[in-house]
């Protein structure tokens, strides 16, 4: 069986991996790592045809699971592991106007699920944002579609909570960092745009993170006039100021994923290696982005995508997907030793 979306995230000490697996129905699995073997915790959290984009935090030591069901109506969906059994919250779901979601953002303050997502069909290009309060809530959208704060983004979208959630997307191009305003009842950007150029291209995906102050940073890859898409990073303070330079190699990169190691930053992502998609890890050193090693590709000879850096007391683990032989892609996670 392959596997079509994942993403990680920590348990306290533990690695936990949320994965949608597909075989004869898609299936949400949540797995552990126990004693240097992944566990499953099943059951699965739920099972659909339809089920396409997942995302896993935690709270109180318990996982929770987001995911996209498809279809119109109910269609993003929150799980929390009790005990041996997992619960929907707010059910019967929050309803994005996008019928197929291309990622979906789950982030916790305290027992409070927030959602970002990114999709297509009957949406544009939606970049949505719900919460649960009691019943699943939106803000007024900035669209003719409920809770969405773009219908023209160009990549996946990401959310944190620091001292109130902040949502990072791209829209019409242009990379920004935005918060709802409850004096304004609006969205507002913080700060200036991350873009470093004119162009707009596809896939400009963005990520964002704090270190251990509550300060952002974010990672995003972006299309430059030559049609060469790189990844840059910044960080906020009274603004968006650049971390060194380019991250990414002379080639065309994307799929990052940002993690602060020890308050470091760290960046997970793809670039293509003579026409194969290779998944590398750079550091901050304070003066430049150094490469950490080779690509983490488990094979020389297939491409690899869908990068997912974590910290794990202090050492990265890396989660990504690479087809082999029958195409089905295969999800592994490998750490730095």
């Not at 709802?180 to 004119?198: H, I, K, R």
């Not at 400009?204 to 060469?228: F, H, K, M, P, R």
Request: proline share 4%.
């Amino acid at each position: 069986m392959g596997v079509i979306d994942h993403d990680l995230t920590v348990n306290g000490t533990t690695p936990t991996l949320a994965y949608i697996q597909n075989g004869m129905t898609r299936s949400a699995v949540v797995s552990e790592l126990d004693t240097g073997a992944w566990t499953s915790l099943d059951p699965a959290a739920i099972s659909g045809a339809s089920l396409r984009a997942i995302s896993v935090a935690v709270h109180a030591s318990a996982p929770h699971v987001a995911v996209s069901t498809g279809l119109f109506q109910d269609n993003l969906k929150v799980f929390r592991r009790n005990g041996a059994t997992w619960s929907e919250l707010g059910s019967p779901g929050a309803t994005s106007a996008c019928s197929a979601h291309e990622s979906i953002g789950l982030a916790l303050d305290g027992a409070i699920p927030l959602l970002t997502s990114f999709g297509a069909g009957g949406c544009g290009l939606g970049v949505d944002f719900h919460w649960l309060q009691g019943t699943w809530q939106s803000h007024a959208s900035t669209t003719t579609f409920p809770a969405q704060l773009t219908m023209s983004a160009n990549g996946h979208s990401d959310i944190i909570i620091t001292d109130r959630p902040y949502v990072a997307l791209s829209d019409n191009g242009t990379h920004w960092v935005r918060y709802w305003d409850d004096g304004a009842s609006a969205w507002q950007n913080l700060g200036s745009s991350l873009s470093v150029n004119a162009s707009t291209g596809f896939d400009e995906d963005i990520v964002i993170a704090a270190d251990s102050t509550g300060q952002l940073y974010a990672a995003w890859s972006e299309t430059n006039a030559s049609n060469l898409t790189q990844i840059w990073v910044k960080t906020y303070t009274t603004d968006w100021t650049s971390v060194g330079g380019k991250v990414s190699g002379p080639l065309w990169a994307s799929s990052p994923s940002l993690a602060l190691i020890g308050d470091v930053p760290w960046v997970a992502y793809v670039e293509s290696d003579n026409g194969l998609n290779k998944v590398f890890v750079r550091r901050w050193t304070g003066s430049n982005w150094e490469l950490v090693g080779g690509a983490l590709n488990d094979s020389a000879f297939s491409a690899a995508g869908d990068p997912v850096i974590v910290d794990v007391s202090g050492t990265p683990h890396v989660a990504f997907r690479e087809p082999l032989g029958s195409g089905l892609e295969h999800l592994y996670v490998k750490s730095l030793q």
